[in-house]
């Protein structure tokens, strides 16, 4: 009954919300990523499932851009969209199935990161081998480290605000006090797998709030004064206060900097991707953050007043 149920459900069912979303995804990866899912829900194919196997499709892509050759670099294009479509698909096969989890999150988030670590060290490796100092490390390093706070802080805003629109129930805001609480009760060696990926979940999220510590202050008063559910007034506006920033989220995700990066391989010079991480895609993250911790700051005196 409740695959019955799940397959009556459309496009619209597997989106996280229209606030959040980017107009590529809706037009282009979400599309795509609903056609895998309804395959996927009647194979009785598991979201993890596909996570995993848009991880390898993208380790793929990105050994493809160590030639300089720009035949082979298009494949690997096509092959880390076909990844993304995966990774569209498995988060979209999760809500249109209620199979959304914990370690789901987090192999979704690390996908990315796998797909990036690889892309990073293979156009270092394809600088070096074509006369490039090794100093080149130092800028990918870097770049690679700086791609790693964008991912995580981009998705932390995106579930943010799904919790001022949806609540508890619509969103996959977690907390490291939660997470601790729950990794206490677990034996490293008797739940040795979730122990591990349960200890790397709980540090990324407690990164992300340690960027964002008016923000958690402000959650916490939140919470405090609301336990149960926000009331719908202060919800809408909420969401249209913060809804502004959710483009700067987006440009902080996939499609902007593949876009910049496939360009970057088109002319030939891969280097110049790594300069847009830390010089553009960083002021991005600074301006967010700061708006966001202003946001944070001005409904904390609001509920405390």
Not at 45 to 61: K, R, V, Y
Not at 173 to 188: A, G, I, V, Y
Request: proline content about 2%.
């Amino acid at each position: 009954m409740g695959t019955q149920k799940s397959n009556t459900k459309t496009l619209k069912d597997s989106l996280k919300s229209e606030d959040t979303e980017e107009v590529i995804d809706i037009y282009f990866y979400r599309p795509i990523g609903y056609f895998f899912a309804k395959i996927a829900m009647k194979l009785h194919i598991t979201p993890n499932m596909i996570t995993i196997a848009s991880i390898f499709i993208g380790i793929g892509a990105g050994l493809l851009f160590y030639p300089n050759n720009l035949k082979l670099n298009i494949i690997g294009m096509l092959l880390l969209v076909l990844a993304n479509s995966f990774d569209s698909a498995d988060g979209q096969l999760a809500r249109l199935t209620n199979n959304s989890t914990r370690i789901g999150r987090f192999l979704d988030g690390l996908a990315g990161d796998v797909w990036f670590v690889v892309i990073y060290i293979t156009i270092a490796l394809r600088l070096t081998s074509n006369g490039f100092s090794n100093w080149i490390w130092l800028l990918a390093s870097l770049a690679g480290l700086s791609h790693i706070f964008h991912a995580s802080m981009a998705d932390y805003y995106r579930n943010i605000h799904l919790f001022f629109i949806k609540g508890k129930n619509g969103s996959e805001h977690d907390t490291s006090e939660n997470l601790t609480k729950d990794l206490k009760q677990l034996h490293f060696s008797k739940d040795f797998i979730q122990f591990i990926y349960l200890f790397l979940y709980r540090n990324y999220t407690a990164q992300q709030e340690a960027l964002s510590p008016k923000l958690q202050k402000f959650l916490h008063v939140l919470k405090s004064k609301y336990p149960n559910d926000i009331p719908l007034t202060l919800s809408n506006e909420l969401r249209q206060k913060n809804k502004k920033y959710m483009k700067y989220t987006n440009i902080l995700q996939f499609n902007t900097r593949v876009l910049f990066l496939f360009f970057c391989l088109f002319i030939n010079l891969p280097w110049l991707y790594f300069v847009f991480d830390l010089l553009v895609m960083n002021s991005i993250l600074i301006y967010l953050i700061y708006k966001e911790e202003k946001f944070a700051q001005h409904f904390t005196q609001r509920l405390t007043e």
